[in-house]
């Protein structure tokens, strides 16, 4: 079956560590996305990708990072700089960003501080 | 910018209830809108979207109506379950397609 795989489940970053969250999907989906979940909040823009080898920014980019050097990957780096990455991370894909697209989801990472 | 609000909760309500849940947005243009569902631990899922005014919306008793004039797309069950219990997203998409704009979520809880 297609769909998003999101590993690890859950992930404990130490102080001044860097953490990458995984997504691979088989959707052969060109558009991928990654959100944050705060209790409350709703869901929140961190990067996204509308093609191989180009990304931009969301809403909250500052202290993350991404690649997108295979159409089916797209991995976040949580840096150091990111004071409070305590949430769930969610990432998402759609076919070719088109705005009437569903998007697809994984079942998320959630990461905790040690 | 464009924006969603939701209704805050937590919604509670008996098994056979009437449900809805309020959603009105703020937009430029003419998004797609949608409703989501997130089960405890799990990611989101498409409940239904709706892609221009007046369009109607459903999927497993679920509706909702694309409502331009009132900018508004509230999502209704005439008979909620048990297993309806969740938290639901109100979402639109900007024309360019870049994301979806979340509402802040609203938690359902449903007894029998």
């Known amino acids: 079956d297609g769909g998003i795989t999101q590993s690890p489940k859950y992930l404990f970053r130490k102080e001044g560590q860097n953490v990458t969250l995984s997504c691979e999907q088989n959707?052969?989906?060109?558009?991928m996305y990654w959100y944050r979940q705060d209790p409350g909040q709703g869901l929140r823009l961190i990067y996204y990708?509308?093609?191989?080898?180009?990304?931009q920014k969301g809403d909250i980019a500052e202290g993350y990072s991404v690649s997108r050097e295979k159409k089916e990957s797209f991995p976040l780096t949580v840096t150091s700089a990111q004071k409070n990455p305590t949430a769930f991370y969610l990432c998402?894909?759609?076919?070719?960003?088109?705005?009437?697209?569903?998007?697809?989801f994984g079942d998320g990472t959630r990461l905790s501080i040690l | 910018g464009d924006s969603v609000t939701q209704m805050e909760g937590p919604v509670t309500l008996s098994e056979e209830a009437f449900l809805t849940i309020n959603c009105t947005y703020t937009?430029?243009?003419?998004?797609?809108l949608f409703w989501y569902v997130q089960y405890p631990g799990e990611g989101l899922q498409l409940l239904l979207k709706?892609?221009?005014?007046?369009d109607k919306g459903s999927n497993k008793g679920f509706e909702a109506t694309y409502r331009k004039e009132t900018t508004s797309f509230h999502l209704e069950k005439g008979s909620v379950q048990v297993s309806d219990s969740a938290v639901y997203f109100c979402?639109?998409?900007?024309?360019?397609?870049?994301?979806?704009?979340f509402g802040k979520g609203t938690t359902l809880s449903v007894s029998s």
């Open positions: 998402a894909s759609t076919l070719n960003g088109g705005s009437n697209q569903p998007q697809h």
């Open positions: 959707l052969n989906h060109d558009a």
């Open positions: 990708s509308q093609i191989v080898n180009d990304f």
């Open positions: 937009a430029t243009g003419y998004p797609s």
């Open positions: 709706a892609t221009k005014a007046d």
């Open positions: 979402a639109l998409s900007d024309q360019a397609g870049t994301a979806l704009i």
